[in-house]
């Protein structure tokens, strides 16, 4: 393992001074042993595109630093059993590739070309913004997120169950992200009302997902403090099938289950209204899928 000293300006002694170190771990061991011992006195560093925005807007970083970005199998994509595995430092540009529609779409639409090849799926999740494309996608196909500890060893958590609050999640001050698990089988589609096709903050964006056994999942961004699925709109679909009653129906549902706030971006009424939009497109664009199921079995 490589500690190499972050040196940096500090203003009151006018002179140049270590502030921090970066840790440099070879394999995920080392960095669950590392992040295990200093818990919240070391920041987990991928592709450091949120953390180099926190570091502009205040004069205070980090207090030290682990680059994850040696451990090996970091970035890793494949399958496994069926699935999609995507290794902590998988970046958008690598997740804009996999054969799933909603999670490849919403990937593109993050940043600019630069951005997307240095951020990764789990600093969408640790920094777990309620406007995280990403995480609205892996809501869509029922993702579990795997979290490591040095002692303790694995757990896996349904994304569902991750987000517990604005900015918050499962993720404790001692454990790391891992990997991310989703379906490889289900349909799903992708939707981003933004200002202009990426480089930008969604006001509002939905993706939906169809399992092979009929579940549906419909979940938003940026209408609450978390990425959130509109459950009373899926069971109207998984009972009423993908009629246009039933679909107008779920739309009216989603536009209650959210709860938008006014912000320099949009209205919250605007929001609401589209998350209504965006239901009622998706799941039309599902129902005329050749092999969609019209209700749960």
């Not at 205070?60 to 994509?77: I, N, W």
């Not at 379906?183 to 930008?200: E, F, H, L, M, V």
Request: proline share 4%; charged share 20%; with cysteine.
């Amino acid at each position: 393992m490589v500690v190499s000293p972050a040196v940096g300006y500090h203003r009151k002694d006018v002179c140049l001074r270590i502030l921090s170190l970066f840790y440099q771990p070879q394999n995920i061991e080392e960095a669950l042993r590392i992040r295990g011992e200093m818990g919240v006195d070391v920041t987990p560093l991928g592709g450091g595109t949120d953390i180099i925005v926190a570091l502009n807007r205040s004069a205070a970083g980090a207090k030290h630093y682990l680059d994850l970005t040696h451990v090996e199998g970091y970035s890793d994509v494949r399958r496994d059993n069926g699935d999609w595995r995507l290794s902590a430092g998988a970046s958008f540009s690598q997740l804009g590739r996999l054969p799933v529609r909603a999670l490849a779409e919403a990937s593109m639409t993050v940043g600019g070309p630069a951005i997307r090849n240095r951020g990764t799926i789990a600093g969408n999740l640790g920094t777990a913004s309620p406007a995280g494309d990403g995480c609205v996608a892996l809501m869509a196909i029922d993702a579990t997120v795997e979290l490591g500890h040095a002692s303790r060893g694995k757990r896996v958590i349904p994304i569902d169950e991750y987000f517990t609050g604005f900015r918050q999640t499962a993720l404790l001050e001692d454990e790391l992200i891992t990997s991310v698990s989703i379906p490889a089988d289900w349909q799903t589609t992708w939707y981003k009302i933004g200002k202009r096709g990426s480089i930008n903050i969604s006001l509002v964006c939905c993706a939906v997902g169809l399992s092979p056994k009929g579940d549906v999942r419909i979940a938003f961004g940026c209408v609450a403090p978390t990425v959130i699925r509109a459950k009373s709109a899926e069971a109207i679909i998984e009972k009423g099938g993908f009629s246009e009653e039933a679909v107008e129906a779920a739309a009216q549902a989603a536009m209650k289950e959210v709860a938008p706030i006014d912000d320099h971006r949009a209205s919250a009424a605007y929001k609401q209204a589209m998350c209504g939009v965006l239901a009622r497109r998706l799941l039309g664009e599902m129902s005329k899928s050749q092999n969609v199921k019209t209700s749960k079995e």
